[in-house]
C-alpha cells in the first residue's frame, strides 16, 4: 500500500535574507513537508522524527530559501532513503521593491513511486 504524509506550516526559527538588516533578529519560517512512498508496517515514517531533524535548523543562518530547502531535503533524503520528498519553504513578507505577502521554494526528489 501507498501512503502520503504531510506536515503543513512547521515553524523554524532561523536567519533568513540575504540583505544583512534581515538578519538582525531571527524570523519565523513555515515549511512544508511532504512525503509519499510505500507503507512498512504501522509506522513508516516517524512525523516526530521529521520535527526533530527541522528542530536542528533553528537558530542557522541562511541567504536564501533555495539554500534552506536544499539542506533540508538533503537531509531527510539521508535520514529517510525510502519514498519520495517535497520540501517548500515560505518567507512572509520578503524585501522586495513590490509589497507580497510571501515568496515560496519547492524542491523534490527521492524514490518516486
Same mark, same amino acid.
Given at each position: 500500500? !501507498? =501512503?502520503?504524509?504531510?506536515?503543513?506550516?512547521?515553524?523554524?526559527?532561523?536567519?533568513?535574507?540575504? /540583505?544583512? @538588516?534581515?538578519? *538582525?533578529?531571527?524570523?519565523? *519560517?513555515?515549511?512544508?513537508?511532504?512525503?509519499?512512498? /510505500?507503507?512498512? =508496517?504501522? $509506522?513508516? *515514517?516517524? %512525523?516526530? =522524527?521529521?520535527?526533530?531533524?527541522?528542530?536542528? @535548523?533553528?537558530? !542557522?543562518? &541562511?541567504?536564501? *530559501? /533555495?539554500?534552506?530547502? #536544499?539542506?533540508?531535503?538533503?537531509?531527510?533524503?539521508?535520514? &529517510?532513503?525510502?519514498? %519520495?520528498?517535497?520540501?517548500?519553504?515560505? !518567507?512572509? @513578507?520578503?524585501?522586495? #521593491?513590490? !509589497?507580497?505577502?510571501?515568496?515560496? @521554494?519547492? $524542491?523534490? =526528489?527521492?524514490?518516486?513511486?
Amino acid at each position: 500500500m !501507498k =501512503g502520503q504524509l504531510t506536515l503543513k506550516n512547521v515553524i523554524i526559527r532561523l536567519k533568513l535574507g540575504s /540583505e544583512p @538588516f534581515e538578519k *538582525i533578529s531571527d524570523s519565523d *519560517i513555515p515549511v512544508d513537508i511532504l512525503w509519499s512512498g /510505500e507503507m512498512t =508496517g504501522s $509506522m513508516s *515514517i516517524d %512525523y516526530t =522524527g521529521i520535527c526533530e531533524i527541522l528542530a536542528g @535548523f533553528s537558530e !542557522k543562518e &541562511y541567504d536564501y *530559501i /533555495e539554500e534552506l530547502a #536544499s539542506d533540508i531535503l538533503n537531509t531527510l533524503l539521508e535520514e &529517510y532513503p525510502t519514498g %519520495y520528498w517535497k520540501v517548500i519553504v515560505t !518567507k512572509p @513578507f520578503p524585501s522586495v #521593491s513590490l !509589497k507580497m505577502e510571501s515568496a515560496l @521554494f519547492a $524542491m523534490e =526528489g527521492g524514490n518516486n513511486v
